[in-house]
């Protein structure tokens, strides 16, 4: 006998890119568990993928088009749906991917499945609709199991137009979710079990709904019952109101000492060519405020390199501005070329052997900056929230992003716990368990 599970369809989500796309991807499995598909993790067996898409760099144009071909490969006769950033840019090149069945553009990625059910075709649907100006609301399944960690979308798109940048038009203009929509998402995940929210979209510091900002946001968050931490994910560094860094530093408010804020040059012409809204001096001056008035802040930031103009001097002055400053990370973006933004018509361009070489270079400064800001914490006792048990060990992090793993036989599964950080191990910290508080 056949058992339901059996017959069930199996559908697959593979995200790439941001948090963003990690927190609508979490959206589209909820909707494809509603409609009865088992979900099963990328790489088996599947009837149906959903594969969600990012287009911010020519690398991750190749990517989506490597994980869309690789789950073809295996599945032949299965339904693929491509969507996300590059469907939205670069629905053409996909199109040219023999199996791909669907296209679909960030305006309709959330109603996907209005347009699975009209099966394989020979040449793929394309839906591709203008971007909507207004702002919106998510419906959300809020009775599926949810536990840990969750990002909630608050907003989308952005009007800053650096010039390098795709997301603009990947994205459309910035837009807020519904503070009351918004709202309702926060308390069925805490309802579901997540101990931790990460506010996620494109530039959450413009959000606004309402007349309610970020700050609202966060606040409203704070007297959630149950809810243990709120994150924010990357925030630009002219939309930070000096009030979030005093909720960081309340011991009351339980919005997390973490600040990732894109740094992207350290040099002022580079930043003028890039049409950042910042000075240098400015950012510098701002970053070393709040390390010196949040305590156990965790300030992590993005690099661009090989921007064109970026010479030796620019590149030495980013290093320079990484080195001495209270930092405890940085991502590293190679600068790639991209259809329609400004930057592609600058002259003085870096050949990509040199943007790859400077990239090299800075990721090495990076892990040496990681290992120090682990160092520095090593002998004291930090809150951690545990995820699953992997491995034998229990991984986690601290509200200020350590990666901490610990090793005991209690159940320390979706737990705060307080524990003694004690030796680095390759990319993470092991610590010994203190004590369990929730
Ligand atoms: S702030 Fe600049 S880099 Fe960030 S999404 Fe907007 S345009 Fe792109």
């Known amino acids: 006998m056949v058992s339901n599970k059996a017959k069930q369809k199996k559908a697959t989500v593979h995200t790439l890119g941001c948090r963003l796309n990690q927190s609508e991807s979490h959206i589209i499995r909820e909707k494809l568990e509603e409609a009865g598909y088992r979900y ?12 969600n898409t990012c287009t911010v760099t020519r690398e991750a144009d190749a990517k989506s088009r490597q994980a869309i071909r690789q789950f073809i490969r295996k599945n032949p006769g299965a339904f693929t749906a491509v969507l996300g950033c590059y469907s939205q840019m670069g629905a053409k090149d996909i199109a040219e991917i023999a199996g791909v069945d669907l296209i679909i553009g960030n305006q309709n990625k959330l109603s996907f499945l209005d347009y699975v059910g009209h099966g394989k075709n020979e040449r793929p649907l394309i839906v591709r609709d203008r971007i909507d100006k207004n702002d919106f609301s998510i ?28 997301i603009p038009f990947a994205r ?10 918004l709202i309702q998402e ?20 413009t959000y606004n709904n309402h007349d309610c900002d970020i700050l609202s946001i966060v606040d409203h968050l704070n007297i959630l019952s149950g809810l243990l931490r709120i994150r924010i994910s990357s925030i630009e560094p002219t939309t930070v109101p000096e009030a979030l860094l005093d909720r960081m530093a ?13 740094m992207q040059s350290g040099s002022d012409k580079i930043l003028q060519l890039m049409r950042r809204k910042y000075a240098i001096c400015d950012f510098v001056k701002f970053i070393n405020n709040a390390a010196n008035n949040v305590p156990n802040l965790c300030i992590g930031t993005d690099i661009l390199t090989g921007f064109p103009g970026e010479g030796e001097k620019e590149f030495d002055e980013t290093c320079q501005v990484f080195l001495d400053n209270p ?30 070489r400077r990239g090299a270079f800075l990721r090495k400064l990076n ?32 509200g200020n992003y350590i990666r901490v ?26 610590g010994s368990l203190v004590k369990v508080l929730n």
């Open 186 to 205: 926060a308390q069925s995940l805490v309802e579901r079990g997540v101990r931790e929210i990460v506010l996620t979209g494109v530039n959450i510091g």
């Open 367 to 398: 892990s040496k900056r990681r290992y120090n800001y682990y160092e520095s914490y090593l002998g004291k006792t930090m809150e951690v929230l545990f995820e699953d048990k992997r491995q034998g060990i229990w991984p986690g992090y601290t």
């Open 40 to 51: 099963v993790p990328f790489g088996e067996k599947a009837d149906l993928a959903v594969i």
């Open 250 to 262: 309340d011991p009351d408010h339980i919005l997390l000492p973490y600040l990732h804020i894109p």
């Open 139 to 166: 419906s959300f399944a809020g009775d599926l199991p949810f536990e840990k960690r969750a990002n909630l979308k608050i907003q989308d798109g952005c009007n800053f137009m650096c010039s390098f940048c795709v």
């Open 327 to 356: 930092f405890a990370y940085c991502h590293v973006f190679t600068y790639s070329e991209r259809k329609g933004t400004p930057a592609i018509r600058e002259s003085e361009i870096v050949p990509v052997s040199e943007r790859n």
């Open 405 to 430: 793993v610990s090793d005991t036989s209690q159940d320390l599964r979706n737990r705060l716990a307080r524990v003694h950080l004690e030796k680095i191990s390759a990319d993470y910290v092991e």
């Open 172 to 181: 459309g203009r910035s837009r807020s979710r519904d503070y009351k929509n």
